[in-house]
């Protein structure tokens, strides 16, 4: 079953995550480290935040589209 994360359940998380592990805070609020994880970075990415275009996680992908990357790494690319 889906979770339905309520902006208190976040917020909690968050607090929660500053003192504990998201496996530890995962247990509290009775839900997967995964799914902890996952809500504080959709909320962060919301937020405006831009992972590194040079990170190792946002990578070049061989044979990746070209309309599904970022605008900033095609600018980066050509530079």
């Given amino acids: 079953m889906r979770k339905i994360w309520t ?3 976040i917020e909690r998380a ?3 995550k500053k003192i504990y592990s998201a496996t530890q805070v995962g247990h509290i609020l009775g839900t997967t480290k995964n799914s ?3 809500v504080l970075y959709r909320k ?3 937020e405006g935040y831009i992972p ?3 990170s ?3 990578g070049k992908k061989e044979n990746y589209p070209k309309h599904l990357v970022r605008k900033e790494r ?3 690319e050509n530079m």
């Fill in 44 to 46: 962060k990415i919301k």
């Fill in 74 to 76: 095609i600018e980066n």
């Fill in 56 to 58: 190792k996680y946002t």
């Fill in 14 to 16: 968050k607090d929660l």
């Fill in 36 to 38: 902890i994880l996952g």
């Fill in 7 to 9: 902006d208190e359940d």
């Fill in 52 to 54: 590194p275009v040079d």
